[in-house]
Structure formats: C-alpha cells, structure tokens
C-alpha cells in the first residue's frame, strides 16, 4: 500500500507531500491541481514503463511542466499578492516520490546542461533513489542513482557502482535488473507497471466498446473499454461475477447483462419492458460507461492501486450512488485514487474507512491542501542533492 505521493515542481504542484488511504478522494475547483495530481502517478507508472520523457514530452517538454512561479514564496510576496523574481540557489527541478509498505522511490528531472545535449528540451534523470521502509535515511537507501551513476549499498553500509553508464534520459527501473545485487528495482518496477489507470473511458457513438469484440480471456479491462464483453464474459467464469451483477442491479432494477456469441463477442442488456434485449451498440452513454466501470472495478485480478479520473464523466446523477458503492466496494480489494468534481460523488465515498478526502486550493498559483498544516503533512525528505 502506497502511503504517501510527493511531488515538486510540477506545474501548480510547487512542493506537496500527499497522504494516501485504502481510498483517495481529491477534488476542488477548476484550476486547481487536480489533473496534475494525477497525472503525477501517471508519471510515475509511465517510468517504469519507459515513457516519461515521450509522456512529458507530449505534454509540451520540460519547460512547460516545471514550476512557473518563484523558488520561494515569501512571506512579503503573499502579503502583497505578487510573485517577484529572484535569484535561484538550485537549477529547478522536476520531482516525483512516494513510499509505501516496504520500499520508497524518489526521481528527480532536470534540463541538461546548455550544449550538452542534442535534446535540449528533455529532461534528463539527475537522481533516483530507492530506500526500504517508509523513512529515507542514508542507511535505508538501497539504489542510488546519480546523473549515469548507479550505486547500491550492501549490507555493512559499503556501496558499489552497478552501472557507470546509464544513459540519462532512462530510468533505473527500466534499464537496472540484476534480481541478485538489486532485487528491490525489479520488484517496485513490477509494482508500479500492475497500477491501473483509468481516465475518460470512451461511450460515444464510435466507441469501440460498442464494436463486437474477439472473445479471449481478459481479466482486466482496457482503458479505453474495448474489451468490454470479452472482460464480462471473463468475469461470468470467476468469483468476480456475483458482485458484477449486484452493482449492475445495484444501478438499474431488473436489468440483466449478458455476452452473446464465442469467437466475436458482444455485451447485450435485458432490460424491463424491452422484447429483446439491447446490443452494446444501442445503450445510452450512461448506460455504457456504467457497465464498463462495474466491469472495471469488479476485475477477479484487482491491481495494487487502481487511479480513477472524473468517473462521473457522462454519468446522470442518479448513478453516482450506485458508481460510488461499486468503487467502495473495490476499494477493500485495491488501493484507490479518485480525482471527483461530483458533490455528490464524494459525499457517498466519506463513508470509507480509512479513507483521505483532499479538497485542493490555490495559493499564489501554488496548489495546496486545505486545512494541511504540520500536523498533517507526511514527513517527506528528497534524497539530498
Ligand atoms: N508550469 C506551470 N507552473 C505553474 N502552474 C501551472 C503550470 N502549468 C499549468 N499550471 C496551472 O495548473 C492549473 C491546471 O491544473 P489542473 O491539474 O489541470 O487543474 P484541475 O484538474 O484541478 O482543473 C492551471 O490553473 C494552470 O494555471
Ligand atoms: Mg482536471
């Protein structure tokens, strides 16, 4: 279980140290920080995959991610309400972190030096750390990787060189795996590659949720939904298919889903007062996309951690009881992350327990807690530069 996510330096994210629950519950207005807080984990998960610099890349590089305010915000810059300049003691710098259970992980972006590189607007890995337990000290570091690099340490605290050539825009988690002298790479980078990521799932007309689908074994839903019925017909052959059909009939009375057809499969719901059952391609948005978050929260292979971004997107308000019960439900099984701009979607997950509800704010363009105060922040130090 994840414990807590720190960011620094990304977008309104200046400096923010954020505690997860069983079930994260972030919202707030427009503007505020939501997305990028998401997109935080996104990131995270898009390292271990191979994908941050095409992921910040496709966001407009490095420049247009990093922090745009002052290094500091003094105290005189938020009586007066204006940002001022000044000269900055350290190169700004892009940093993702978190820990959990048994490991921690830092990763720290930077631009190259000028000239350095043929891509100058890349970023390249300065630092990345991974520590044991939840606090990073210099004895809990395990892997340490500075600029090209990699050191780990052995168990009398002597460390050695594992690599002195990783090219600087890879991560360790990627490049690193030596499961004898680095063990805890290779586990944390099969942890974070299983979290799910679910954002904007597609029901319009042209969704290909609609389209017939090759029956195969699919235990985990697509993010886009393409795989709707082949995911139901799997769910039908687990435990996973008593809860599916509570939370279909938990949204609609009456209602049954089924999956007609073998080599081509097609998702077809019974509804009350119909004469026939209607196909995937006939439901309404609503319709669809509910089934494709019942599909999706009921998998018989829960991930670790499971990210949901605006569920309520095209959903009617009489559904987000029904959707918040299905991610509560979930949500015993996985570590859940939902960004909400629903009222009334919060309202029905504070029944949680253990849960973190985090109404975001902006102060001076910087995104914070409300109500986080020192009490309340996690205890997080960025491995030292
Ligand atoms: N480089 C940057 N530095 C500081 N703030 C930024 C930067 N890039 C975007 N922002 C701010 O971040 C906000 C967008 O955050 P976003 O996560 O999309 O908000 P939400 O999802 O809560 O609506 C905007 O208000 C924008 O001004
Ligand atoms: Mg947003």
Redesign the pocket.
Known sequence: MLHTLAVSN?????ELAVPLGNLTVVT????????????CLRLLSDTANGQLVASLAREGGMP??????PEKISAGMRQSGRAQGTVRKHPVRLRLGFTSDDFGYAIELGLPPPGASAFSLDPEIKRESIWAGEKLTRHSLLTDRKRNIVQISSDEGAWSDLTTNLPMFESVLTRVADPERAPEVLTLRDRIRSWRFYDHMRADREAPARRPQVGTWTPVLAHDGSDLAACIATIETTDARDPFHAAIADAFPGTEVEVLGETLMQAVVHQPGMLRPLKSAELSEGTLRYLMWAAALSSPYPPELMVLNEPEASLHRDLLPALGRLILRASRQSQIWV?THSTELAAVLSDAQRAEHHV?T?EM???KIVGQDLLSTPAWTWPAR
């Open positions: 990304y977008r309104s994210l200046r707030g207005a427009n503007g505020v920080g939501k997305s990028s807080l998401y997109r247009s991610t990093l922090w745009a305010g960004v975001l902006k363009g910087e995104t």
